[in-house]
């Protein structure tokens, strides 16, 4: 038993992308599921337009999932393969009967493909018919067909092709300003995050371990693991050669651990002392709007 | 970034490769005039989006083609032969051997029901002529050098008994164990988290220079290529369209596509307008269209573009471009 998302605390504003930066078993995908009502909290509260999700009904919970919607990262295996791609953006619509007139729902399908640029001649087709960027913007029409106020974007992008890739950051920056969405955007490419997030959180271990505006995040990095990650990312000019920012041997030592006895990165970090096992690290707002779950570097001079 | 290799003369040598694949009765061209050379101890890269051919390029060396693929005309130097027209038995001699491969997918390319000492052994065994247990303790000096304590131990261990990149290192290992010359790497770090990437490349990169290896590199990350590149060649549709060392490369592009490439990254700490795209997609292999590949999708293309396929123009001994635009600039080829 291990706590995959550990007291986190986080808000999204109307008309704003947050990001979620994490590595595997940092929890970022549980938290997603946590925020689609897919998974139960075991403490604390979801809160929704205005209703804690973990404590309404089953009925309540089913009136609200309109409004989250969610883009995974292989729009292969995200859709039916045996589905026509009219039925696949019409699916939620037809289940949540929000619309029920054939005529209309031709209409809606049709709006909703052109809203991501592909054309009429998409809606009989297949799946398999498509490209990868063409494929992720069938699913991101089925992401809208039911209006919702807050996409969950779960690595959208990074099984497409690095000019695909451009494309569906634009669009989904357009759709943004034209739906007035909100994005949960979550990912491990931190390029993709400045450019698309207002906000960026970034988790390790279930903890959110710094969190910031996005500019801010990156020129004034506070927590040795956000250190440590952008370090780890290829800059491509080669003239700025980077070298990764962590401990050789991976131990500093210190036994390192989850929850309340220490900081979870403690036994990786090249900033670690005694005090960082005693007890986690409380959240601290270290500079306006920006928190880091760290004794030690923050407060260094 | 590059050793100060002495050796001018290339350890390989691709000239006029060009590559076949049988699709519902026809025969598609999906490798065409690939041409370039790699000297010892020099990293390599080769980019290009899905259905570039780069993947192709890279193992048709080794001779590890669909069944449906076969090499056409051309010829791959290495060590005084032609490698596209010695008998499979003498290729097995040297894959795995004198050049070895590390993929995307270690899941995918370790046998799951058997040790991980088993495999490594297997590959000295076969090529060294050594004894199991011989195998076995140079297996154990292998892993301790990619980085997995208790090696002797995990020996005994199952592929799933790893992390992912784990069993990358030990897929490096593997590639290792005979003292290769060539090194070719496809996409090894795409599926792991960006931390243990950026671990794996530095080892690849600290052995290769310590066994005095060359790299071929196989990616699509093009912040890859920028740390760990010496040289470059960017793919398209079965094409070199440049081919540069790494600088020039990204301060210098001689070719649109590469041009277009650069475009397409969202920089740190830049403004956020909207990304600049390449509209359109790349050509099918079943159309064959006369004139440039990358013309279609290239808002500044002439009359020449789509009349003619460029030859590769020679713009110095290193750099070479698949455009029209340099026509003017070198001499052909």
């Given amino acids: 038993m291990f706590t995959a998302v550990d007291d986190v605390s986080l808000s999204l504003e109307e008309n704003r992308t947050i990001g979620i930066v994490g590595e595997s078993g940092s929890g970022k995908t549980t938290l997603a599921k946590l925020i689609l009502g897919i998974e139960k909290p075991d403490s604390g509260s979801i809160t929704v337009a205005g209703s804690d999700i973990s404590a309404i009904s089953a009925k309540e919970l089913k009136a609200l999932r309109p409004k989250i919607q969610v883009i995974f990262q292989d729009p292969y295996s995200s859709m039916d393969p045996r589905m026509k791609v009219r039925d696949i953006v019409l699916e939620p619509v037809r289940i949540n009967k929000t619309v029920r007139e054939p005529a209309k729902l031709e209409e809606l399908a049709v709006s909703l493909l052109r809203s991501v640029g592909l054309g009429e001649d998409a809606l009989d087709r297949y799946p398999h018919e498509f490209s990868g960027g063409q494929r992720q913007r069938i699913c991101i029409a089925r992401a809208l067909s039911l209006k919702p106020s807050v996409i969950i974007a779960d690595e959208p992008i990074s099984s497409l092709d690095i000019s695909i890739q451009a494309q569906i950051m634009n669009l989904l920056n357009e759709l943004k300003e034209k739906y007035k969405l909100s994005y949960i955007f979550i990912s491990h490419d931190l390029s993709a995050v400045y450019y698309l997030c207002d906000h960026v959180a970034v988790m390790y271990k279930g903890n959110v371990v710094e969190y910031a505006r996005s500019g801010e995040l990156f020129s004034n990095t506070q927590h040795p693991y956000t250190k440590l990650l952008l370090s780890a990312v290829p800059d491509p000019d080669p003239d700025k050669k980077s070298a990764l920012a962590e401990r050789k041997d991976g131990n500093a030592g210190l036994s390192g651990g989850t929850g309340n006895g220490s900081c979870v990165f403690s036994d990786r970090c090249p900033y670690a002392e005694p005090r960082c096992v005693a007890g986690r690290p409380p959240d601290a707002e270290i500079a306006p709007g920006h928190f880091a779950r760290c004794v030690v570097l923050p407060f260094k001079k | ?333």
């Fill in chain 2, 1 to 333: 970034m590059a050793d100060k290799t002495e050796a001018a003369e290339p350890i390989l040598e691709v000239k006029d490769l060009a590559v076949n694949i049988r699709y519902e009765g026809r025969d598609l061209k999906i490798l065409r005039d690939i041409s370039y050379s790699l000297r010892p101890g020099r990293t390599l890269a080769i980019v290009g989006e899905s259905g570039s051919g780069k993947t192709i390029g890279a193992l048709s060396i080794v001779r590890l083609l669909p069944n449906s693929a076969r090499v056409t005309a051309g010829r791959i130097i290495y060590a005084g032969r032609d490698l596209a027209s010695i008998s499979e038995e003498d290729l097995r001699g040297i894959r795995g051997n004198k050049i070895s491969m590390v993929f995307q997918e270690p899941m995918t390319s370790l046998n799951p029901v058997l040790t991980i000492g088993k495999q490594l052994a297997e590959t000295i065994v076969e090529h060294k002529n050594a004894s199991m247990s011989d195998a076995l303790a140079q297996s154990a000096v292998l892993l301790e050098k990619v980085g997995i304590r208790n090696a002797k131990a995990r020996l005994n261990d199952y592929p799933h008994n790893f992390s992912g990149g784990m069993r990358q290192r030990v897929m490096i290992a593997m590639a290792l164990s005979c003292g290769p010359d060539i090194v070719i790497a496809d996409e090894p770090t795409t599926a792991l988290d960006v931390t243990i990437q950026a671990q794996i490349l530095n080892l690849i990169l600290d052995l290769r220079k310590e066994n005095r290896m060359s790299l071929i590199l196989i990616t699509h990350n093009l912040g890859i290529v920028a740390q760990n590149a010496d040289d470059v060649l960017v793919f398209y549709a079965g094409r070199i369209m440049e081919r540069a060392p790494v600088r020039d490369i990204f301060k210098d592009p001689k070719h649109p596509y590469t041009e277009a490439l650069l475009n397409s990254l969202p920089k740190v700490n830049q403004a956020k307008e909207p990304l600049k795209t390449i509209a359109g997609l790349p050509p099918s292999f079943e159309r064959a269209a006369p004139g440039c590949p990358f013309q279609p999708r290239y808002p500044y293309a002439f009359d020449r573009c789509l009349a003619e396929e460029p030859p590769e123009f020679k713009i110095s001994p290193e750099r070479g471009s698949k455009c029209w635009l340099r026509g003017n600039e070198a001499a052909k080829a």
